[in-house]
């Protein structure tokens, strides 16, 4: 059963990466060993992540990574570089005992749902309640498509599926606070709305610097019921600000993300050599996209993991009782989520409760 973000941690899925190699046949031959290296650093740092968990004691599941040979043609849909299951954040949810997978706009994880049969069926074995999203009908989109840049995608071009990115979506107890504008479609947020019906949704309101669209998951943590951590004021979800707040904006760089849409749209995306020249040089090992810094797990109430090391920052947490831990994760700004998003948690030993 799991319930909050912030109960003593007991189960967690940790995403995984290709191999360098796996992906020589889709891509030119000059991007070859930049993204080679990338994914051989994202591959030690994810199972390091593992490591971790299982070290402590937490049982840890991870997805399949299926290889390809050729890209996969699904009648107009060209998926020219399947992605690794590395993020299953944004596209699943587990609440109590139910576990939901959505899909998103982006093309290249279409097939990311083969990835976590066996984690389907280990929760099926245990009578969870498990829901899949209709396969929508999607097609290839540009860079500048892509939803952090723009949300016509949603607004526009897919209004008529059901897309939901859960990465939308906090636990709390018997709410889920609910970035309602998305990213994700109307559609897509009704049914998983329909899905936890017996949990009550507060939409994040407008007011702060998520403006009720993006994933929720960065800027802000809890530590438990009363406490938020956060990098300002403007990060926390309005329904939280009545809370405990530990303000340690002093100790994580400001965020700037204009510099990384104009590098990001001016090439073919995230598989091009231009991208990738352009990530190594200029955005490699950068944490300031989103705030990565709060992109963290938190143990339990005394202990939280992050995705790279703030000396000053876990110092001052220390004074209050609160541990620090690190396992580096070298290249979360190419994959577009930090160490939160890089894992799901599944259970956590606290119950269902009014929180808010």
Same mark, same amino acid.
């Given at each position: 059963m799991?319930?909050t973000?912030?109960?003593?941690?007991?189960?967690?899925?940790v995403?995984?990466?290709?191999?360098?190699?796996?992906?020589?046949n889709?891509?030119p031959?000059?991007? @070859?060993?930049?993204?080679?290296?990338?994914?051989?650093?994202?591959?030690?740092?994810?199972?390091?992540?593992a490591?971790?968990?299982i070290?402590?004691?937490?049982?840890?599941l991870?997805?399949?990574?299926?290889?390809?040979?050729?890209p996969?043609?699904i009648?107009?849909?060209?998926?020219?570089?399947?992605m690794?299951?590395?993020?299953p954040?944004d596209?699943y949810?587990?609440?109590d005992?139910?576990?939901?997978?959505?899909?998103?706009?982006?093309?290249?994880?279409?097939?990311?749902?083969?990835c976590y049969?066996?984690?389907?069926?280990y929760?099926?074995?245990?009578?969870?309640?498990?829901?899949c999203?209709?396969?929508?009908?999607?097609?290839?989109?540009?860079?500048e498509?892509?939803?952090?840049i723009?949300d016509k995608?949603?607004?526009?071009?897919?209004?008529?599926?059901l897309?939901?990115?859960t990465a939308?979506m906090?636990?709390?107890?018997?709410?889920?606070i609910? #970035?309602?504008a998305?990213?994700?479609t109307?559609?897509?947020?009704?049914?998983?709305?329909?899905i936890?019906?017996?949990?009550?949704?507060i939409?994040?309101?407008?007011?702060?610097i998520?403006?009720n669209y993006?994933?929720?998951?960065?800027?802000?943590f809890?530590?438990?019921d009363?406490?938020?951590?956060?990098?300002g004021?403007k990060w926390?979800?309005?329904?939280l600000?009545?809370?405990?707040?530990?303000?340690?904006s002093?100790?994580?760089?400001?965020?700037?993300?204009? #510099?990384?849409?104009?590098?990001?749209?001016?090439?073919?995306?995230?598989?091009?050599?231009?991208?990738?020249?352009?990530?190594?040089?200029?955005?490699?090992?950068?944490n300031?996209?989103v705030?990565?810094?709060?992109?963290?797990v938190?143990?339990?109430?005394?202990?939280?993991?992050?995705?790279?090391?703030?000396?000053? @920052?876990f110092?001052?947490?220390?004074?209050l =009782?609160?541990e620090? %831990?690190m396992?580096?994760?070298? %290249?979360?700004?190419?994959?577009?989520g930090?160490? %939160?998003?890089?894992?799901?948690?599944?259970?956590?030993? =606290?119950?269902?409760?009014q929180?808010?």
């Amino acid at each position: 059963m799991i319930f909050t973000e912030y109960d003593k941690l007991q189960e967690i899925i940790v995403g995984d990466s290709y191999l360098p190699g796996d992906l020589d046949n889709f891509l030119p031959q000059p991007c @070859l060993k930049k993204f080679n290296l990338i994914l051989e650093e994202t591959k030690q740092d994810l199972d390091a992540l593992a490591k971790f968990f299982i070290d402590s004691n937490i049982k840890v599941l991870r997805p399949t990574v299926l290889r390809y040979d050729t890209p996969v043609i699904i009648g107009d849909l060209k998926i020219s570089v399947p992605m690794c299951p590395i993020v299953p954040r944004d596209q699943y949810f587990v609440m109590d005992n139910t576990f939901s997978q959505t899909y998103t706009s982006y093309s290249d994880r279409y097939l990311d749902v083969l990835c976590y049969k066996q984690i389907f069926n280990y929760f099926a074995e245990q009578n969870y309640q498990i829901h899949c999203q209709p396969t929508p009908q999607l097609r290839n989109i540009t860079a500048e498509e892509s939803w952090f840049i723009s949300d016509k995608i949603y607004k526009d071009t897919y209004k008529e599926q059901l897309l939901w990115h859960t990465a939308t979506m906090y636990k709390l107890g018997d709410s889920i606070i609910v #970035n309602s504008a998305g990213p994700g479609t109307q559609l897509g947020y009704e049914w998983i709305k329909k899905i936890y019906a017996s949990y009550k949704f507060i939409p994040n309101l407008p007011k702060n610097i998520f403006k009720n669209y993006g994933h929720i998951d960065h800027g802000f943590f809890m530590l438990d019921d009363d406490t938020v951590v956060h990098c300002g004021l403007k990060w926390v979800p309005t329904i939280l600000q009545d809370k405990k707040l530990i303000d340690i904006s002093q100790y994580v760089s400001e965020v700037y993300i204009d #510099n990384y849409v104009k590098d990001y749209v001016s090439t073919d995306g995230k598989y091009s050599e231009l991208w990738l020249e352009k990530y190594l040089s200029n955005w490699r090992g950068y944490n300031q996209e989103v705030c990565f810094d709060l992109n963290v797990v938190v143990l339990d109430s005394k202990n939280v993991l992050f995705g790279r090391h703030i000396p000053e @920052l876990f110092k001052y947490l220390k004074t209050l =009782g609160i541990e620090c %831990h690190m396992v580096n994760q070298r %290249h979360q700004v190419y994959w577009e989520g930090g160490i %939160h998003c890089f894992t799901l948690d599944t259970k956590r030993k =606290g119950t269902k409760r009014q929180i808010v």
